[in-house]
């Protein structure tokens, strides 16, 4: 999956002599948090709500006057953007895409050409959305927790091999290691016309050979390698 068939093309722009006021009005009006700064079609920063509430904020820490009303008025996005933008480009993957942005705290990443033309943005919202249509979050069907799936250099096709003798359909599978623990686990999301019969025989099976195992009703389906954090990280711009 591609960045450039996902990000947003229709993005609301503004360019860097643009008054302050104005910039914040536009995403107000758009319900958004921040706007890429374009002059004659480059990318020359963004401007996000942060930084305009801190533009406008400092003055009235002090006393207000006439003055310092009409510098206020004056400014200009130019004065607050950021500049140093962490940009993607249309052939990025939505996978390294969303690595970028969760390394870095980002919650969206321009899409710009090779000489920085502006063609689209993307939200780090919008990459788990579309990561979590294409692996398929809310189907339903049952969750085989596997313990140390792969210890003692077993391979983890052997699990696989169990599940599939049985004809069922596998949604997705996905790798954790827990914090702390160091050994990896396999949750397998089976189909939803699976068997009650068919899960126990392959609950049966796993145990016999050895694997600590449970089965669980499951509404999300996963398929992707993480690495559980037990820390927040906040996403900003």
């Known amino acids: 999956m591609r960045i450039g068939e996902y990000m947003t093309s229709n993005v609301i722009t503004v360019r860097s002599d643009t008054y302050i006021q104005k910039a914040q009005k ?5 319900k958004i948090r921040r706007l890429p700064v374009v ?13 305009i509430r801190e533009a ?3 003055p009235l820490a002090f006393p207000i006057t006439w003055e310092g009303r009409y510098l206020l008025s004056r400014t200009r996005v130019r004065d607050v953007m950021a500049t140093n933008v ?8 939505v996978e390294d895409a969303i690595t970028i942005g ?24 919008d990459l788990y959305n579309t990561m979590g249509n294409a692996i398929g979050f809310g189907q339903g069907g049952i ?10 250099g077993r391979p983890f096709g052997e699990v696989l091999d169990i599940i599939n003798r049985r004809g069922i359909k596998i949604w997705s ?33 796993l145990k016999v050979k050895g694997y600590d ?12 390698n993480i690495i559980i954090r037990s820390e927040g990280e906040e996403n900003h711009v």
């Open 26 to 30: 536009l995403m107000q009006d758009h």
């Open 39 to 51: 002059d004659e079609g480059k990318l020359v920063g963004i401007v996000t709500q942060d930084r």
């Open 56 to 58: 406008t904020a400092a």
């Open 86 to 93: 962490l940009t993607v480009n249309p052939k990025t993957t």
């Open 102 to 125: 969760q390394a870095r705290g980002i919650g969206a990443l321009p899409v710009v050409t090779q000489d920085k033309s502006l063609l689209g943005m993307v939200t780090t919202t």
């Open 143 to 152: 969750s085989i927790h596997v313990y140390e799936c792969s210890k003692a």
């Open 173 to 205: 599978i996905i790798h954790v290691t827990p914090p702390g623990i160091g050994k990896e686990d396999c949750i397998i999301h089976l189909d939803a016309n699976s068997s009650a019969n068919a899960t126990s025989e392959i609950l049966g099976e």
């Open 213 to 224: 195992v449970e089965a669980r009703p499951s509404i999300t389906a996963h398929y992707h």
